[in-house]
């Protein structure tokens, strides 16, 4: 008799314990669900706030300022690193002469640069065509050419 009862208490606390561990599982896979929409929904946000920085300027007609706007931005972005932006300038464009594309976002542009790029094409007309990554739905390439 006395065995009996140890194998009944045995056997339920067996039961109780699969019982926890099975509501344990089971709150441990709900939280992990919230867990990642919550992150999907952060990134989301943040994405949508890069995108909105360089979407204002598609489909417009810009003046050199918003393209040394442009160019600043994807600067400051490719500094931190979070989000690279690629940025094409047209060589008909004629924003620098002689100068690459990858040297208008270098950190070795000086000021009087800048300052020349604002006088000399304070007339022109420039139009900016975003191109996204096929992953996900980040600004990757920001083309700006001559609006002729």
């Known amino acids: 008799m006395e065995n009996s009862a140890k194998a009944l208490l045995i056997a339920g606390s067996i039961l109780l314990f699969v019982l926890l561990s099975t509501f344990m599982m089971y709150v441990f896979a709900k939280t992990r669900n919230h867990t990642s929409d919550i992150y999907d929904l952060m990134f989301s946000a943040d994405t949508d706030s890069f995108n909105q920085k360089f979407l204002k300027y598609e489909d417009k007609t ?34 620098i002469d002689g100068t690459s594309e990858t040297n ?21 007309e420039y139009k900016c065509t975003i191109s996204y990554a096929e992953n996900s739905n980040l600004v990757e390439t920001i083309k700006i050419e001559n609006n002729s």
């Open 104 to 124: 208008l976002l270098s950190d070795n542009i000086k000021i009087d640069d800048i300052n020349n790029i604002l006088k000399n094409n304070i007339e022109k």
């Open 62 to 95: 810009l003046k050199i300022q918003d393209v040394v706007s442009i160019i600043n931005q994807a600067k400051d972005y490719n500094r931190k690193g979070k989000f690279p932006v690629l940025l094409k300038v047209t060589a008909e464009s004629g924003i």
